[in-house]
């Protein structure tokens, strides 16, 4: 049996080997037998051969071995000399540290406060509108704080001069009104050199605009939008005209250096208020103006109306050009008839001048109820539009919600400022209303009363031709 493995090993070898002579068949087993030993000899001189080869390579194994840790303890030598030198030098540092805190002595507290004020005079100075005029200093202040965060280096007498004469050309700069030329920037984006006005360290103005700085470029611009009110810019022209350092002009100075400004210029004007109260404030404002023309158009005829009653008061002869004359026309005309008929008469042409009396003052007072009663519905929109932005943004950010809040409050200022005003007119038109039909009310009585007076009680006697008289 193992002979059989012997010569399939056998057969496996030579077949690798010698690949030719395995495809050819064996003429017996002697030959087989022969061919296989001569496969034994032959793989044996191979094997002799690598163990050979590998102890050649061994020994330069161990060559390199001993190479590489020559190599290593040398460098450990290395290591621990540098390590020795590295801990004198550690020693050496802290020796020098130690004798240079010795010799500052209060110094050391000098050039902490030091540091810390040329980094706060930067931040100032950089923010600073007088930094137009001078901006090299930042860079001197940008300097000085990297050299005092150094612990190499100390500040020279040179930056601690430069630093106080920074300090007090500040000081008074912020007192001293100031015309020089710059680069400014238009509304249009072009860039034009004009003449400025610096007003100490709050303002900046060409003309009658104000003008903004910004401290990440160090542009001069002006504001896209200019503060509403007249005098500001006005106090801004006379600023920039005037001539000569003791000319003497008021001028609205900003403390807060822009900030202030800026609030009023984000201000809404009146016309943008209107337009926050959306269609509601639109039909508020317009019945508002409907009532105004309505009260002065009524104002005005009764106005006229109450004059001529007057006149025809003192008047002799009755006038149809104003309702008293025409009541009185009335009297004269029905002269004859007996008291019950004359009073119908004259209430009939009571009647027949009450219309164009009370003529319009229903209709103002139907708008002072309904426009505070329209202010509340876009209360109420408004507040819809606000719960909406709620719902879909949250309440993170409360300029989502202005818009619907600015409507709601907006259109309730119109109600209220429409009807306030709309009640004290509906109160005057009614009360000459009311004056001149007292007056006619009292003028028909007197009429009627003279009539019964004149029939001697039964109302049935001649008619008087007086009658008329009563004008």
């Given at each position: 049996m193992n002979r059989l493995k012997i010569v399939a090993v056998a057969l496996s070898a030579g077949m690798l080997a010698a690949p030719a002579v395995a495809q050819e068949q064996a003429p017996s087993l002697a030959e087989l037998l022969q061919r296989v030993e001569q496969g034994q000899v032959q793989d044996r001189r191979e094997f002799q051969q690598r163990e050979a080869e590998f102890r050649a390579a061994q020994a330069d194994q161990e060559r390199l071995l001993q190479e590489a840790r020559a190599e290593r303890g040398a460098l450990e030598a290395e290591s621990e000399r540098l390590e020795g030198e590295y801990e004198a030098n550690e020693a050496r540092v802290a020796e020098l540290e130690e004798a240079l805190n010795r010799r500052l002595g209060s110094l050391k507290e000098l050039f902490g406060v030091l540091q810390l004020v040329s980094s706060d005079t930067q931040g100032l100075f950089e923010n600073s509108?007088?930094?137009?005029?001078?901006?090299?200093?930042?860079?001197?202040?940008?300097?000085?704080?990297?050299?005092?965060?150094?612990?190499?280096?100390?500040?020279?007498?040179?930056?601690?001069?430069?630093?106080?004469?920074e300090l007090q050309r500040e000081m008074t700069e912020q007192g001293r009104v100031l015309r020089f030329p710059t680069e400014i920037f238009a509304l249009d984006g072009t860039r034009v050199q004009e003449e400025i006005v610096r007003v100490g360290a709050f303002n900046i103005i060409a003309g009658d605009k104000f003008l903004q700085f910004t401290p990440e470029t160090g542009n001069v611009a002006v504001m896209p939008r200019q503060p509403e009110r007249a005098r500001f810019t006005r106090s801004a022209g006379n600023l920039f005209a005037a001539v000569g350092e003791d000319t003497m002009v008021p001028f609205?100075?900003?403390?807060?250096?822009?900030?202030?400004?800026?609030?009023?210029?984000?201000?809404?004007?009146?016309?943008?208020?209107?337009?926050?109260?959306?269609?509601?404030?639109?039909?508020?404002?317009?019945?508002?103006?409907?009532?105004?023309?309505?009260?002065?158009?009524?104002?005005?005829?009764?106005?006229?109306?109450?004059?001529?009653?007057?006149?025809?008061?003192?008047?002799?002869?009755?006038?149809?050009?104003?309702?008293?004359?025409?009541?009185?026309?009335?009297?004269?005309?029905?002269?004859?008839?007996?008291?019950?008929?004359?009073?119908?008469?004259?209430?009939?042409?009571?009647?027949?001048?009450?219309?164009?009396?009370?003529?319009?003052?229903?209709?103002?007072?139907?708008?002072?109820?309904?426009?505070?009663?329209?202010?509340?519905?876009?209360?109420?929109?408004?507040?819809?539009?606000?719960?909406?932005?709620?719902?879909?943004?949250?309440?993170?950010?409360?300029?989502?919600?202005?818009?619907?809040?600015?409507?709601?409050?907006?259109?309730?200022?119109?109600?209220?400022?429409?009807?306030?005003?709309?009640?004290?007119?509906?109160?005057?038109?009614?009360?000459?209303?009311?004056?001149i039909q007292h007056i006619l009310q009292e003028q028909a009585a007197g009429v009627v009363a003279e009539r019964a007076e004149e029939l001697g009680g039964d109302g049935h006697g001649p008619a008087m031709s007086a009658v008329a008289m009563r004008a």
């Open positions: 509108i007088i930094n137009i005029q001078y901006p090299d200093r930042t860079d001197f202040l940008q300097g000085l704080t990297a050299k005092m965060s150094s612990s190499s280096q100390l500040a020279s007498i040179d930056d601690l001069e430069r630093l106080w004469f609205a100075v900003d403390p807060t250096r822009g900030q202030i400004l800026g609030l009023l210029t984000e201000k809404p004007n009146l016309v943008e208020r209107i337009q926050q109260g959306g269609v509601v404030g639109y039909v508020i404002i317009g019945l508002g103006i409907l009532a105004l023309l309505l009260a002065a158009e009524r104002l005005i005829s009764l106005g006229l109306a109450s004059r001529k009653v007057s006149a025809q008061l003192n008047a002799s002869a009755p006038d149809s050009g104003n309702p008293l004359g025409r009541l009185l026309l009335v009297a004269q005309q029905n002269a004859g008839r007996d008291t019950e008929t004359l009073e119908l008469k004259l209430g009939e042409a009571m009647l027949h001048e009450m219309p164009a009396l009370n003529r319009g003052v229903l209709f103002l007072k139907i708008i002072s109820i309904v426009a505070p009663l329209l202010g509340l519905l876009g209360t109420v929109t408004g507040m819809i539009v606000t719960f909406q932005a709620i719902t879909l943004f949250g309440t993170g950010d409360p300029k989502l919600m202005a818009g619907g809040i600015s409507q709601a409050l907006v259109t309730t200022v119109l109600g209220l400022v429409v009807a306030i005003p709309v009640v004290f007119l509906h109160t005057l038109v009614n009360g000459r209303a009311r004056r």
